[in-house]
């Protein structure tokens, strides 16, 4: 361990970059951004506005979570 100034440095966790998991968290996400689309506009054609904005906001955090899966997988196939 690394002291420094009398406590330790703080270290970030290892990064996961294993191909194999990035693919599933890929397909995980695409699927549950779909599922989370078609549920919203289902609440829309009940007019339940509240709970298809939560599935919106649902929708756009795993959108953006398996954009950054497919980022990884990009970045790992450039570095080989």
């Not at 695409?30 to 904005?53: G, I, K, M, N, R």
Request: charged fraction near 20%; include cysteine; hydrophobic fraction near 45%.
């Amino acid at each position: 361990m690394k002291y420094e100034n009398g406590g330790l440095k703080n270290q970030l966790a290892p990064r996961n970059d294993n191909p194999r998991f990035n693919k599933v968290l890929l397909i995980i996400n695409a699927v549950l951004f779909l599922c989370c689309l078609v549920t919203s506009f289902l609440y829309l054609h009940y007019q339940d506005y509240e709970l298809s904005l939560c599935m919106l906001l649902v929708a756009l955090f795993t959108a953006g979570n398996a954009f950054s899966a497919w980022k990884r997988l990009r970045r790992a196939k450039r570095q080989k």
